[in-house]
């Protein structure tokens, strides 16, 4: 669609100065440039110009000097008779001006009185006719004057019947075999709306027959009726989101009314998930198509207006498959000029609404496309008839634009990150083992019997489970029997459960069957021994874990933290690191996709994590269907709890074992449990000394726990206290009483299984249930701590083989999805690419910066780790020397004690574009790691890494800029995120650490190449006062919150001294404190905290574990761990050698000369 050769066509292809030459030559010809607005006097002119003048006599040469003498008599008139709203719209009118530049062309503008209110008759004539459709407008007189007239038509008339049906448009897109999503259509008769063939259920309707499970959308079948509306399923929240035509800065809003429409017709249609853009594409013909992409207006509602108040669109590239799907809707709707909308979705795109004669706004280049496509349409078509001497103009091809980046710089091409989900409220579950009919018969309805299990989490199924219940506690009322007492309070139990908030959402419970052929084999503490014989099943009710506010919070300022991983902003984005992102993604260079486990909480993190990620507004659950994908379908997130491995079984049994003796640890204790020597074990076994007395107190302060919560019950004036997050003192008992039941078995013995238990309560009440000032509280939190900090790790293994092996059962399907992301070859094709010719404004529209965001729970994150401290990425006994790096990282990740919530790993992958492309310096991969949120231990006492992207020992003096992402941004990308303004400092060295504050209140010291930028650190919240903790009120409202990157970072970015000196000369600074013991006294809870939530505790920074991986490294050592079967390792791992595959022989400072085997296309 570029430059025409020459030739006397239009004369666009020619410099600006030559196509005001001509324009003056034209004007002088005839007077002011040529468009009229017709009436019924000019058409007794146009009709008396002659048609086969001279003109044919013409040589083509001759003609370019002969212009001025003769002019051409006929010309071909092109009418445009539409709304005067849309024929004097700036588009219309721009390429109006542009198609009057053809020599012999002229417009002539029907005005719209005319079209409403004369004959067709009176109307101007013209040769050629652009009419469409809009409201208001007789299409039947258009149809009528086409009739009498017959001009070329542009766009069909017929057509734009159909076209005002959503009916007849699907059913010709299905005709012409374009993708559409599978959809049904429902008829209602307006006189009697109750006959009609919807079924709605709680979440699915039925629609002739055929189910549409939510979220589904429902579509007016007008056309001209925008009011669309889209159905969120319960699991995800419920309600729906009613699009309609934009107002002022809204395109939707979020309504809790989750039943659908019961009067009028509509489409009903399944939802694509489309990563919330819709792409609007604008053919001129068959063969020339625009694209861009905009927000989706059911994501949040706001529609992103740029300073002049226009809706934010950037131009995208089609793929092949889309300009073939464009070629078709244009043919079968016989409209050359028509928009239509299209979905990308799972690697696919569909059409979803076709609207007929539409122009792209504000796009110069569109407008010269669109006057010269147009222009060479109507002479090729009318040219040979009138005589007119016309040769089509050959096209020039595209010439893709490809950018490149100067200087040593890395680019940042990819990020993948894994987050264990937020705050949550304790979990909890029942087992009872029940053999009613009525259960048996539930079992069978939902097909238990062809796997033998059975998840129930629909309200619908849940109401049955809770129908039954009631019913049996009916029964039992009549009857007394010691049996049935046992069952009586584990139904009242089920039923109080279910009972909990007055309705079901789906989320917060549900009820898992398990058929037993004979019985339960063993009774477990709660049971009695009296067994019956035969088949019976299990039945476990799970409930809590639900994503607290607290949570959410969490995650919605992690994730807007997260945007200052990427490179800054440009132009208006200027000076606000976090902005690069959002430029990134609105421009559409960003390739984001967020998967999470199918558990209700680690879903709501993800989908809160996007919402400060990428500054959206609003409700959850709209954010959670368009972007988080379920990533359930292959175990990639999910662990099934239920089924362990042998090894599990094996280490679990183990641990038990030795927790349950009553003894001091022992030396040979010490081995057995923490044979890594990590300290964080080891300190928590000295806070224990005996692990039977220590249970001994645990049990006691859970015992004294629960009569001050008994005292508090029969206090009138706190009986009916709310605590966090809605629960009651009622509820806070059962969860207690439960714990004290369960922990102390029949036997004596204790049941190691339940400390995880214990702990996760002890730290939800002392951190959201504080203000209850119950005794001993701390003391609880202490000694449970210690003890979880032994057996949650080591439930994960206790050596390393056994680390690895458990580990790879968990993550290998991660992990091959991991490095497909780094390879990042496949499934490019379909990632939104931005147009290179029309993103004007876009420095770089070429780059693509993928990210992919994982959330899910404590087991991926604790088995991920692991492989990659034991797996072998870098064989830290020979290359001890070489890679002081990763020693330390070792050594630091040994002393974090516990994964807590909104822990992250995060990979990164930078791109240098100097290198040669085989070349193993080509792309280089860090490594960086939080903890997550701060616990409530005393903050000097946390363990300290190494800062976020330190600058490395051995590159120090080769690469100076090693690590920085481009010059945008080179002082940006090492600073904590701020929100608001930056606070600036001036420049100050040697660098100052003021550990005690929770800011980021660090002075970094600037390379020579910097300074003249200045400094500047950064804060979350610059608002708040600087006062150092110790003297803050402790109302709870803490304020200071760190940044994403580690303080200890700041002071080492790109230029500070060699790491090794830094470390001895910092030593005091660093280690005030020995690392984190459990020993020590948790700190006035929710002092560090988000602003304005009391009690949201801060997260750790992320820590660089290491900067200096080439992408070979890390792609040999993913495809070792995932190769590897676990006999394979646990034999290499007893010999203490690690196959030498699993790691490339040369450290990252010795390249390797050899051609890297891995050439992975990285076009983009």
């Given at each position: 669609?570029?430059?025409?050769?020459n030739?006397?066509?239009?004369?666009l292809?020619?410099?600006?100065?030559?196509?005001?030459?001509?324009?003056?030559?034209?004007?002088?010809?005839?007077?002011?440039?040529?468009?009229?607005?017709?009436?019924?006097d000019?058409?007794?002119?146009m009709?008396?110009?002659?048609?086969?003048?001279?003109?044919e006599?013409?040589?083509?040469?001759d003609?370019?000097d002969d212009?001025?003498?003769?002019?051409?008599?006929?010309?071909?008139?092109?009418?445009?008779?539409?709304?005067m709203?849309?024929?004097?719209?700036?588009?219309?009118t721009?390429i109006?001006?542009?198609?009057?530049?053809?020599?012999?062309?002229n417009?002539?503008i029907?005005?719209e009185?005319?079209?409403?209110?004369?004959?067709?008759?009176?109307?101007?004539?013209?040769?050629c006719?652009?009419?469409?459709?809009s409201?208001?407008f007789?299409?039947?007189?258009a149809?009528?004057?086409?009739?009498?007239r017959?001009?070329l038509?542009i766009?069909?008339l017929?057509?734009?019947?159909?076209?005002q049906?959503?009916?007849?448009?699907?059913?010709i897109?299905?005709?012409?075999?374009?993708?559409?999503?599978?959809?049904?259509?429902?008829?209602?008769?307006p006189?009697n709306?109750?006959?009609?063939n919807?079924v709605?259920?709680e979440?699915?309707?039925?629609?002739?027959?055929?189910?549409?499970p939510?979220?589904?959308?429902?579509?007016?079948?007008?056309?001209?009726?925008?009011?669309?509306?889209?159905?969120?399923?319960t699991?995800?929240?419920?309600g729906?989101?009613r699009?309609?035509?934009?107002?002022?800065?809204?395109s939707?809003?979020?309504?809790?009314?989750?039943?659908v429409?019961?009067?009028?017709s509509?489409?009903?249609e399944?939802?694509?998930?489309t990563?919330?853009?819709?792409?609007?594409?604008?053919?001129?013909?068959?063969?020339?198509?625009?694209?861009?992409?905009?927000?989706s207006?059911?994501?949040?509602?706001?529609?992103?207006r740029?300073s002049?108040?226009?809706?934010?669109?950037?131009p995208?590239?089609?793929?092949a498959?889309?300009?073939?799907?464009?070629r078709?809707?244009?043919?079968?709707?016989?409209?050359?000029?028509?928009?239509?909308?299209l979905?990308r979705a799972n690697?696919?795109?569909y059409?979803?609404d076709v609207?007929?004669f539409?122009?792209?706004?504000?796009?110069?280049?569109?407008?010269?496309?669109c006057?010269?496509?147009?222009?060479?349409?109507?002479?090729r078509?009318?040219a040979?008839?009138?005589?007119?001497p016309w040769?089509?103009?050959?096209?020039?091809?595209?010439?893709?634009i490809v950018?490149t980046t100067?200087g040593?710089?890395?680019?940042?091409?990819?990020?993948?990150?894994?987050?264990?989900?937020?705050d949550?409220?304790p979990?909890?579950k029942m087992?009872m083992?029940?053999r009613?009919p009525?259960?048996?018969?539930l079992f069978?309805k939902y097909?238990?019997?062809?796997?033998?299990k059975?998840?129930?989490?629909?309200?619908?199924?849940?109401?049955?489970?809770?129908?039954?219940?009631?019913?049996?506690?009916?029964?039992?009322?009549q009857?007394?029997?010691?049996?049935?007492?046992?069952?009586?309070?584990?139904?009242?139990?089920?039923k109080?459960?279910?009972?909990?908030?007055?309705?079901f959402?789906g989320?917060?419970?549900?009820?898992q069957?398990t058929y037993?052929?004979?019985?339960q084999?063993?009774?477990?503490?709660?049971?009695?021994?009296?067994?019956k014989?035969g088949?019976?099943?299990?039945?476990?009710?799970?409930w809590?874990g639900?994503?607290t506010p607290?949570?959410?919070?969490?995650?919605e300022?992690?994730?807007?933290?997260?945007r200052?991983?990427y490179?800054?902003?440009?132009g208006?984005?200027?000076g606000?690191?976090?902005?690069?992102?959002?430029?990134l993604?609105?421009?559409y260079?960003?390739?984001?996709?967020?998967?999470?486990?199918d558990?209700?909480?680690?879903?709501?993190?993800?989908?809160?994590?996007?919402?400060?990620l990428?500054?959206?507004?609003?409700?959850l659950?709209?954010?959670?269907?368009q972007?988080?994908?379920s990533?359930n379908?292959?175990?990639?997130?999910?662990?099934?709890?239920?089924?362990?491995?042998?090894?599990?079984?094996?280490?679990?049994?183990?641990?038990?074992?030795?927790?349950?003796?009553?003894?001091?640890?022992?030396?040979?204790?010490?081995?057995k449990?923490?044979?890594?020597?990590?300290?964080?074990?080891?300190?928590?076994?000295k806070?224990i000394?005996?692990p039977v007395k220590?249970?001994?107190?645990?049990?006691?302060?859970i015992?004294?726990?629960?009569?001050?919560?008994?005292?508090?019950?029969?206090?009138p004036?706190?009986?009916?206290l709310?605590?966090?997050?809605?629960?009651?003192?009622?509820?806070?008992?059962?969860?207690?009483?439960?714990?004290?039941r369960?922990?102390?078995?029949?036997?004596?013995?204790?049941?190691?299984?339940?400390?995880p238990?214990?702990?996760?309560?002890?730290?939800?009440?002392?951190?959201?249930?504080?203000s209850?000032?119950?005794?001993?509280?701390?003391?609880?939190?202490?000694l449970?701590?210690?003890?979880?900090?032994?057996?949650?790790?080591?439930?994960?293994g206790?050596?390393?083989?056994?680390?690895?092996d458990?580990?790879?059962?968990?993550?290998?399907?991660?992990?091959k999805?991991?490095?497909?992301?780094?390879?990042r070859t496949?499934e490019?094709e379909?990632?939104?690419k931005?147009?290179?010719?029309?993103?004007?404004?876009?420095?770089?529209?070429?780059?693509?910066?993928?990210?992919?965001?994982?959330?899910?729970?404590?087991?991926?994150?604790?088995?991920?780790?692991?492989?990659?401290?034991?797996g072998?990425?870098?064989?830290?006994?020979?290359n001890?020397?070489?890679?002081?790096?990763w020693?330390?990282?070792?050594?630091y990740?040994?002393?974090v004690?516990?994964?807590n919530?909104?822990?992250?790993?995060?990979?990164?992958?930078?791109?240098?574009?100097?290198?040669?492309?085989?070349?193993?310096?080509?792309?280089h991969v860090?490594?960086?790691?939080?903890?997550?949120?701060k616990?409530?231990?005393?903050?000097?006492?946390i363990?300290?890494?190494?800062g976020f992207r330190p600058?490395?020992?051995?590159?120090?003096?080769?690469?100076p800029?090693?690590g920085?992402?481009e010059d945008?941004?080179?002082?940006?990308?090492?600073?904590?995120?701020?929100i608001?303004?930056?606070i600036?400092?001036?420049r100050?060295?040697p660098?100052?650490?003021?550990?005690?504050t929770?800011?980021m209140e660090?002075l970094?010291?600037?390379?020579?190449?910097?300074?003249?930028?200045?400094?500047?650190?950064?804060?979350?919240?610059?608002?708040?006062?600087r006062?150092?903790?110790e003297?803050?009120?402790?109302?709870?409202?803490?304020s200071?919150?760190?940044?994403?990157?580690s303080?200890?970072a700041?002071?080492v970015?790109?230029?500070?001294?060699?790491?090794?000196?830094y470390?001895?000369?910092?030593?005091?600074?660093?280690?005030r404190?020995?690392?984190?013991?459990p020993?020590?006294?948790?700190?006035?809870i929710?002092m560090f905290?988000f602003e304005?939530?009391?009690?949201?505790?801060s997260?750790y920074?992320?820590?660089?574990l290491?900067n200096?991986?080439?992408?070979k490294?890390?792609?040999e050592?993913?495809n070792a761990?995932?190769e590897?079967s676990s006999?394979a390792?646990?034999?290499?791992m007893?010999?203490?050698?690690?196959?030498s595959?699993?790691?490339?022989s040369a450290?990252?400072?010795?390249?390797?000369?050899e051609?890297?085997?891995?050439?992975?296309?990285?076009?983009?």
């Open positions: 669609m570029s430059e025409p050769c030739g006397p066509g239009p004369r292809g020619l410099e600006p100065e030559a196509v005001e030459r001509e324009g003056q030559v034209r004007r002088n010809q005839r007077g002011v440039p040529l468009f009229v607005v017709g009436s019924e000019e058409e007794q002119d009709g008396q110009m002659e048609a086969g003048m001279k003109n006599m013409f040589r083509e040469e003609m370019e212009e001025d003498e003769s002019p051409p008599e006929r010309q071909i008139v092109v009418g445009i008779c539409a709304m709203k849309k024929s004097k719209s700036k588009p219309m721009q109006l001006e542009r198609l009057c530049k053809f020599d012999y062309i417009v002539v029907f005005p009185e005319v079209i409403l209110e004369e004959p067709v008759e009176n109307w101007p004539l013209c040769d006719l652009i009419s469409f459709h409201k208001g007789p299409l039947d007189k149809v009528e004057y086409a009739k009498l017959n001009p038509l766009n069909d017929n057509m734009q019947y159909f076209i049906d959503r009916r007849e448009v699907y059913r897109l299905q005709e012409e075999g374009i993708d559409l999503p599978r959809y049904g259509v429902l008829n209602r008769d006189d709306p109750e006959e009609c919807l709605e259920a979440d699915h309707v039925e629609v002739n027959g055929e189910v549409f939510k979220p589904f959308v429902e579509k007016p079948v007008c056309a001209e009726d925008h009011n669309v509306y889209i159905y969120y399923p699991s995800a929240g419920g729906s989101q699009l309609f035509r934009k107002i002022g800065s809204r939707s809003v979020y309504s809790p009314e989750s039943s429409r019961k009067t009028g509509y489409i009903y399944e939802f694509m998930p990563d919330g853009t819709d792409v609007k594409v604008y053919t001129v013909g068959p063969d020339y198509a625009h694209a861009e992409a905009r927000k207006p059911a994501l949040d509602g706001k529609v992103e740029d002049e108040g226009k809706e934010i669109r950037y995208v590239m089609l793929t498959m889309e300009k073939l799907v464009a078709k809707v244009c043919l079968a709707f016989k409209q050359t000029v028509c928009g239509f909308d979905l690697g696919h795109s059409v979803c609207n007929g539409s122009f792209v706004k504000n796009s110069m280049k569109y407008y010269d496309d006057a010269k496509v147009l222009g060479n349409m109507v002479m078509e009318l040979p008839q009138f005589h007119i040769s089509i103009p050959m096209e020039a091809e595209d010439i893709p950018p100067s040593t710089m890395m680019e940042l091409r990819c990020v993948i990150a894994i987050i264990r989900h937020g949550r409220t979990k909890q087992k083992e029940v009613h009525l259960f048996f018969e069978e097909g238990g019997y062809k796997s033998g059975l998840k129930l989490k629909k309200p619908k199924q849940l109401q049955e489970v809770l129908d039954i219940a009631r019913l049996l506690l009916v029964e039992l009322g009857h007394n029997d010691c049996e049935i007492e046992e069952k009586k309070s584990k139904l009242a139990q089920l109080t459960v279910l009972e909990m908030y007055g309705h959402s989320i917060n419970r549900k009820v069957l037993l052929r004979n019985g084999p063993k009774a477990s503490s709660e049971e009695e021994d009296c067994k014989d088949p019976s099943l299990l039945l476990v009710l799970k809590g639900e994503l607290a949570g959410r919070v969490q995650a300022e992690l994730g807007r933290a997260f200052c991983m490179p800054g902003g440009q208006d984005y200027a606000f690191p976090g902005c690069g992102l959002l430029r993604h609105s421009t260079r960003h390739d984001l996709k967020i998967y999470a486990s558990e209700g909480r680690v879903q709501m993190t993800a989908a809160a994590f996007a919402k400060g990428l500054a959206l507004e609003g409700e659950t709209p954010i959670l269907v972007m988080v994908k990533a379908m292959n175990g990639l997130l999910d662990s099934d709890s239920d089924s362990l491995t042998d090894c599990q079984q094996k280490v679990k049994a183990g641990l038990h074992e030795i927790m349950q003796r009553d003894q001091e640890f022992t030396e040979e204790d010490y081995q449990l923490a044979p890594t020597g990590s300290p964080s074990l080891v300190n928590s076994m806070v000394q005996n220590t249970c001994d107190k645990v049990y006691t302060l015992q004294s726990l629960n009569s001050q919560i008994r005292k508090r019950l029969e206090d004036k706190s009986a009916d709310q605590l966090y997050h809605s629960e009651t003192l009622e509820l806070m008992l059962q969860r207690w009483s439960k714990l004290e369960d922990f102390r078995m029949k036997n004596g013995r204790y049941d190691i299984s339940k400390i238990d214990i702990y996760d309560c002890i730290k939800y009440d002392s951190q959201h249930n504080a209850l000032g119950l005794e001993d509280t701390l003391e609880l939190f202490r449970s701590r210690a003890l979880a900090d032994i057996v949650i790790p080591q439930e994960y206790i050596t390393k083989a056994e680390k690895l458990i580990a790879q059962a968990y993550c290998v399907p991660l992990m999805k991991i490095q497909l992301d780094l390879q496949h490019d379909a990632v939104n931005l147009h290179p010719l029309y993103s004007r404004g876009v420095m770089s529209p070429g780059r693509h910066v993928r990210t992919r965001l994982y959330f899910t729970s404590e087991s991926h994150v604790h088995s991920l780790l692991s492989i990659f401290r034991y072998g990425l870098l064989n830290v006994r020979s001890e020397e070489k890679d002081q790096q020693k330390q990282a070792m050594d990740l040994s002393a004690s516990e994964l919530y909104m822990t992250q790993i995060v990979i990164m992958l930078y791109e240098d574009n100097n290198k040669d492309p085989s070349s193993e310096e080509r792309f860090e490594l960086h790691f939080s903890p997550g949120v616990g409530c231990e005393d903050e000097e006492n363990p300290l890494g190494f600058a490395s020992s051995e590159n120090e003096d080769k690469k800029n090693q920085s992402l945008l941004c080179q002082d940006q990308t090492d600073q904590a995120s701020h608001s303004e930056p600036n400092i001036q100050r060295s660098m100052i650490r003021n550990r005690k929770g800011s660090v970094s010291e600037t390379s020579p190449t910097q300074s003249s930028k200045g400094c500047t650190s950064h804060r979350l919240f610059p608002s708040v006062s006062q150092s903790p003297i803050k009120p402790t109302s709870g409202l803490g200071l919150c760190s940044g994403l990157f303080a200890s700041l002071g970015s790109c230029s500070a001294p060699n790491l090794r000196d470390v001895r000369t910092h030593h005091h600074h660093l280690h404190k020995p690392p984190l013991s020993g020590s006294l948790p700190c006035q929710g905290g304005g939530c009391s009690m949201v505790p997260i920074p992320l820590e660089t290491h200096l991986l080439s992408l490294q890390v792609d050592f993913l761990v995932c590897s006999e390792h646990a034999k290499t007893k010999d203490g050698s690690i196959p595959s699993a790691v490339s450290g990252p400072s010795s390249p390797i000369t051609s890297s085997g891995l050439n992975f296309s990285f076009s983009e």
